[in-house]
């Protein structure tokens, strides 16, 4: 049975990953997450469900055309994989900016910088790739996402061996 996403769009999910990756779980910081999105209580259950859920299921094999192919694994179908490599693409997006760049001076972002943000994100796209070690996902996407962690990761460390 196909979940039931609402009128939750696919870019707000994408915004509402990248919040949940700046905060630290603790009671304070999920009651600032709650009043900063305006969505149904239950909808982070609706995007879990939806995460286990097609974690569980093979990936299809891919059709021809480019903007179905990408339906296979984002949207409703969202994975685990493709929730680890945008985390990857932000963290290179971060590592792109100026050290002074405002998007580091907004409160959300505790005072990192542009190397520290871009291993927050570094972190949550292993804890994804650590899901689908879990869940023995086997498909053209976890290597992709090793990949891009890689990249990301050699962007954060930099040359820091002295």
């Given at each position: 049975?196909?979940?039931?996403?609402?009128?939750?769009?696919?870019?707000?999910?994408?915004?509402?990953?990248?919040?949940?990756?700046?905060?630290?779980?603790?009671?304070?910081?999920?009651?600032?997450?709650?009043?900063?999105?305006?969505?149904?209580?239950?909808?982070?259950?609706?995007?879990?469900?939806?995460?286990?859920?097609?974690?569980?299921?093979?990936?299809?094999?891919?059709?021809?055309?480019?903007?179905?192919?990408?339906?296979?694994?984002?949207?409703?179908?969202?994975?685990?994989?493709?929730?680890?490599?945008?985390?990857?693409?932000?963290g290179l997006a971060y590592q792109s900016l100026q050290d002074?760049?405002?998007?580091?001076?907004?409160?959300?972002?505790?005072?990192?910088?542009?190397?520290?943000?871009?291993?927050?994100?570094?972190?949550?796209?292993?804890?994804?790739?650590?899901?689908?070690?879990?869940?023995?996902?086997?498909?053209?996407?976890?290597?992709?996402?090793?990949?891009?962690?890689?990249?990301?990761?050699?962007?954060?460390?930099?040359?820091?061996?002295?």
């Amino acid at each position: 049975m196909p979940l039931d996403l609402g009128t939750f769009s696919e870019s707000q999910a994408s915004e509402t990953c990248v919040q949940i990756s700046q905060f630290s779980g603790r009671e304070d910081n999920l009651r600032l997450f709650k009043s900063r999105f305006k969505f149904p209580a239950n909808m982070l259950k609706v995007i879990s469900d939806a995460l286990f859920t097609n974690e569980e299921r093979p990936l299809p094999p891919g059709p021809d055309d480019g903007v179905a192919w990408a339906n296979t694994f984002s949207g409703r179908n969202i994975r685990f994989e493709m929730l680890g490599l945008f985390f990857c693409y932000i963290g290179l997006a971060y590592q792109s900016l100026q050290d002074w760049d405002p998007l580091f001076s907004v409160t959300e972002n505790q005072g990192r910088d542009r190397r520290q943000t871009a291993w927050r994100m570094n972190e949550c796209a292993e804890v994804c790739l650590k899901m689908c070690d879990l869940a023995e996902t086997v498909n053209y996407l976890v290597p992709c996402l090793i990949i891009n962690l890689k990249r990301l990761q050699t962007g954060c460390t930099g040359d820091d061996s002295k």
